[in-house]
């Protein structure tokens, strides 16, 4: 039970003590300006942008696509511990936010509303929040530190599994109309001479169990749920529930107590996506 519990922290970022869970997303350190950071590809989805800065001037972005008409919805967010909640204001990351037909907005930090993630009992605190209407476009993000802390940022509201890509926005090919040309009269060409197949390189069918095992520290924290096994590691030092609630799951097989507690929603494992390395070898 208290793996499950474990898992369930780490899978889920709580608004409010009945708000439902965000997709976790973290911020690299290539993550330079927003066209360089990763795209969340429907930004009416909700997710949980967290960044982590270690000295002033640093900077960290990423991008939201939305449609005419969606809701343009994000929050700032800290944990309400040390050393975070003995910052002032003006000691934390700036926010700045742009977007099509000339958008730009400054996130003003102006409240510190108090609400319980109830999985951890870790509080948090919202410092702004924004809500309006979308123009169809790409949103950018972009923070700027001014000194070492960690941030949270909640965007989307939209309760269901989301697509995040890194590199430029997919945009559709078009089909271009060819003229007809002559068809040249064919000449005579010498038969090539076979070339040996090269062989392909071997693909990884999977993981064993005992792989997964020997990464069992914070240092190389895997796990298996459903038959996939995941690395945890970068995770271990960014969600919300702090380091040990991530590092009790590393070496282990969750899959029984994770279907248990969510056998009533469909595909819950899909929330590890941007985790998993590959199958679990039998």
């Known amino acids: 039970m208290k793996k499950l519990l474990a898992l369930v922290i780490a899978l889920t970022f709580l608004g409010t003590s009945s708000a439902p869970a965000h997709q976790p997303v973290d911020l690299l350190k290539s993550d330079t300006t927003a066209a360089k950071g990763p795209l969340l590809v429907d930004g009416t989805i909700s997710f949980a942008i967290r960044a982590s800065f270690t ?5 960290k972005g990423f991008r939201a696509q939305l449609q005419e008409g969606d809701a343009l919805n994000f929050q700032y967010l800290i944990m309400d511990k040390k050393p975070e909640s003995a910052l002032k204001m003006t000691q934390l990351p700036t926010l700045v936010v742009t977007g099509p037909g000339g958008f730009k907005t400054t996130m003003k930090l102006n409240e510190r509303t108090k609400f319980l993630e109830t999985y951890s009992q870790t509080m948090y605190l919202y ?11 790409v ?3 972009l923070l700027t530190s001014r000194g070492k802390a960690s941030i949270t940022l909640g965007v989307g509201d939209k309760e269901i599994p989301g697509e995040v890509l890194r590199g430029p926005a997919p945009t559709p090919t078009q089909t271009q109309t060819q003229t007809p040309t002559p068809t040249p009269t064919p000449t005579p060409t010498p038969t090539p001479k076979p070339t040996p ?3 392909p390189t071997p693909t990884i069918a999977g993981y064993t169990m005992a792989q997964v095992k020997a990464n069992n520290s914070a240092k190389s924290c895997w796990a298996v749920v459903d038959d996939y096994v995941y690395d945890l590691t970068k995770w271990i030092n960014s969600h919300p529930g ?7 799951l590393c070496g282990t097989d969750a899959t029984a107590s994770f279907k248990s507690q969510h056998q009533n929603q469909a595909k819950p494992a899909v929330r590890l996506d941007s985790y998993k390395l590959g199958p679990l070898k039998k």
């Open 197 to 199: 197949t090269p062989t």
């Open 127 to 137: 410092l702004g929040r924004h809500s309006s209407v979308a123009k169809s476009g």
């Open 242 to 248: 702090g380091p040990g609630a991530i590092v009790s």
């Open 139 to 141: 949103y950018s993000f």
């Open 55 to 59: 000295k002033a001037g640093e900077k």
